[in-house]
Every structure is written in C-alpha cells, then in structure tokens.
C-alpha cells in the first residue's frame, strides 16, 4: 500500500474538542450498531460503552478518531499497522494538550511501513515503542483511553483500507478486561512481556486455539465465521465436525488461492463457503466467530497456526443481545454478495 501524503504538525484543539464531544454524545449513550445502513445509529436502546459495536466501513472512521480524541489522561495504542496521518495528528494533538500517549507499533512484518507514523509521533511527544518480540507477529489492534476503557478491534489504523474493508470494533468498559489490556499493554511496552489476564472474557494470543475450538464446538445450531486467512487445523477440524453434527455452519471470507484446500475440506463436510473477490464489494478483513445467537468472538484473531500459536493477539467474546443481532444481519448481507463455494470448482 502507497502512503498517503502526511499531514504535518497537530489537530488543532478546537477540532480535538469537537472529536471528544462527538465521542460522548454519539458512542457512550448508545449502542453503534452500524449493519447495513451508513453511519446510522441504532436509538432502540440506552446502554453501558463496554457493550458498543462499531461497524466497518458503514460507520466510517469517524467513532475510533473520536473515541481517541476522548482521552483526558492518557491513551495507549497497539497496533499492527498504523499508517493514518489523520489518527496520528490525533494522538499528537492529545499529548499536546497533555495526555499521556504510549504506542506499540509491530516490527516484525510491518516496520516498513510503520516507520514514518514512528518517527512522527516520536518528533511530537508521542512515546513509541517497536513490540519487543521482534521473532513474532505484534498483531494486536487496540486502543485504551484513561484506563477506563478500550477499544478492541480487527481493524488497523491503515486509511486508505477503511472505504472497502468490513471489520469490527467493540468498546469495551468491563473493569476486568480493561484491567486485563492495560497490564499487558504495560508489560509489552516496557519491554518484558508477560502471559496476559484473562479479564472477563478476553481471548489472547499466543495460545487462543482451544478457546476459539471450544466455542465452535459448543454449537447446536449455527456458526458463522468471518476470516482473512485459513489455515489452522484445529478450528478447520472444529468447524467440519460441527457441520458433520448438523450444525449449519457458514463462511465467508475472500478469496485466496493458499486456503482452496480447506474451503473444498469444509464444503466437503457440509459448511457453505462463499467467497468475495478483492476489494468490491468489500475486502473481508473482520475476525468473527458467531455461535447459536448466544455468543460471538471479535477480535484480531485469523484461523491460522501463527496467529492462534504465536504472534501478540486479542480478541473478545460477547453475549449482548443487540451486538449478536447486528453482526449477524451484517454477515448475512455480506453472504449474498458472495459466491458459494463447489468442491473442485471453486465459486
């Protein structure tokens, strides 16, 4: 991906005002369940942050920038790609007004191209650190503010992705999770990281592939599984043998030729495959395992070895009635724009 063009110097403090304005009025009062309709705002319900659903790209960027913005004493940003002069200038602009900005960038994969937000942030009183296992993937995506509350999400801060890519975020206030997130974030930023709290109902990385098998296999009915990559034996395993049992199990993903073995292994088990092809309408990028409309996994998570075994993951489960109720609506519209999959023939 080319780099857009950086936008220098800070957000001016007015407009970070009106950010942090917009966060409190829109997204803490209410539910951001953004399905089908753009930018819309589910009103049907008054309800704690920890269970608000961001919707991508209906909702635009516009909830994460204000959610940023809302800081008042700190911010703490991991993340696997950020490569977002607007989300920047943002972070910037919170230190500048004295916010307490600490940033994990990967370095892994994704150095490169997490260079230039590195050094910008680094010139504008923006603490920044390269994840401290260089060996493996820091893959993480999320953003705490105040200790109060974090946003973990399956989208990195990459702009010229957010138009054509479905992903997810939750905000999430549960006081154990937040806690959970926190003191990881603490240990990978210090430079010693350590095996992460659980928190409430927090899925971490490296180690998540039984928790995520174990969901699969408590289905009775459905699983409806969004993921960018295929390739981890167990959760394909999970997943046939719930489609074996009867459970109606589907995916949808976008195509790439790396994972044809497992789709035609999965259709042969009795799951329905669809496929989308790059950018239009959508590019899948969103990490989603949704389990009889009782409980469904977001989060950073693909179904692959390394990033279940070994990169710095997290994801979230949740039990919210309104939040399964949209991911699902969403996952079902995204269905008939994708082609089911023939075993040996492909869509």
Not at 32 to 46: E, F, I, K, T, Y
Not at 188 to 217: C, K, Y
Not at 227 to 239: F, G, P, S, V
Request: proline share 4%; net charge negative.
């Amino acid at each position: 991906m080319k780099r857009a063009d950086r936008v220098t110097g800070t957000i001016a403090l007015p407009a970070i005002l009106a950010l942090s304005t917009a966060f409190v009025s829109l997204v803490l009062p209410v539910r951001l369940a953004v399905g089908l309709q753009p930018r819309g705002v589910d009103q049907s319900a008054v309800i704690r942050p920890a269970d608000t659903l961001i919707v991508e790209p209906d909702a635009g960027i516009g909830p994460i920038d204000a959610f940023m913005a809302s800081a008042r004493r700190s911010v703490d940003l991991s993340m696997y790609e950020l490569a977002d002069p607007h989300a920047e200038s943002i972070l910037v602009a919170d230190a500048a007004r004295g916010v307490r900005v600490h940033v994990i960038l990967d370095q892994r994969l994704e150095r490169a191209r997490n260079q230039a937000a590195f050094t910008y942030l680094s010139a504008h009183r923006v603490a920044v650190h390269w994840a401290p296992d260089a060996d493996n993937t820091f893959h993480i995506k999320s953003v705490c503010v105040d200790g109060a509350r974090c946003a973990v999400m399956t989208l990195n801060l990459t702009s010229g992705y957010y138009a054509t890519t479905r992903d997810f975020a939750v905000v999430d206030s549960d006081l154990d999770d937040v806690a959970a997130i926190e003191e990881t974030f603490a240990g990978d930023f210090g430079g010693h990281p350590e095996v992460p709290t659980l928190g409430a109902d927090l899925v971490w990385s490296p180690g998540s592939t039984a928790a995520l098998a174990d969901l699969i296999g408590t289905a009775s009915h459905t699983v409806l599984v969004y993921n960018e990559e295929l390739n981890d034996r167990t959760t394909i395993k999970a997943l046939a043998a719930a489609a074996h049992r009867g459970v109606r199990v589907e995916v949808v993903m976008t195509y790439q030729s790396s994972w044809v073995r497992n789709f035609d292994a999965l259709t042969s088990a009795g799951a329905q495959v669809r496929v989308l092809y790059g950018e239009h309408p959508l590019y899948i990028h969103a990490k989603m395992i949704w389990v009889d409309g009782k409980r469904v996994f977001l989060g950073s998570e693909n179904l692959s070895v390394a990033s279940l075994t070994r990169n710095r993951e997290l994801g979230l489960l949740n039990t919210d009635p309104a939040i399964l109720h949209a991911t699902q609506q969403t996952f079902e519209h995204d269905a008939v724009s994708a082609r089911i999959w023939q075993v040996g023939r492909g869509p």
